[in-house]
């Protein structure tokens, strides 16, 4: 997910699709943000929230908050992605830096608080040629496709294109009148 003060982007999808700006804005508050939240959910009503935290407990629970901001904004969130899960080692080890279970954790608190099931659509390792590519303005789906934070991404940005656009679980905005 792209800040919002960050010089234009290209958007992180797999290299069969077609690469350049994403359909709708991406805003990535700072934690503890709700307000800048909701102003930003009031000015883009239809956007759909995709809520990004890493492993550890306390940014679960900032990322637990930012999500719940759906049921104020009537939005719809479409999943959970954990960022910095793992690093990789030579060995082919994982070394869990952050510790491990926060994306779970948001997935399955915004389930219960939405009453709409939240998906942990994929967990990225933490991978500095994912941040080289980043630098160098080439998405390392394209860069280093093989790289397992690509192939994250990718398994990340397929599940997001093939979910089903029901109205279960969304908001509709709607208010009771009264008689």
């Known amino acids: 997910m792209a800040r919002a003060d960050a010089a234009p982007r290209v958007a992180a999808v797999p290299r069969r699709r077609v690469v350049g700006r994403p359909r709708r804005p991406a805003h990535g508050p700072p934690p503890g943000t709700g307000d800048v939240a909701i102003s930003v959910a009031q000015l883009v009503p239809n956007a759909e929230i995709l809520v990004v935290t890493t492993p550890q407990l306390a940014a679960a629970e900032v990322a637990e908050r930012a999500g719940a901001i759906a049921t104020q904004t009537h939005q719809q969130v479409v999943g959970v992605v954990e960022n910095m899960s793992w690093l990789e080692l030579p060995?082919?080890?994982?070394?869990?830096?952050?510790?491990?279970g926060g994306g779970e954790a948001v997935s399955d608190a915004l389930t219960k608080t939405l009453g709409a099931r939240v998906p942990l659509l994929g967990q990225i390792p933490l991978d500095t040629r994912l941040r080289e590519a980043g630098d160098a303005g080439a998405p390392i789906v394209l860069a280093e496709p093989d790289s397992a934070a690509a192939q994250a991404l990718e398994r990340i940005a397929d599940g997001l294109a093939v979910r089903q656009r029901g109205l279960s679980g969304m908001s509709l905005g709607l208010t009771p009148v009264k008689r």
């Open 91 to 100: 060995d082919g080890s994982r070394m869990e830096i952050f510790g491990s």
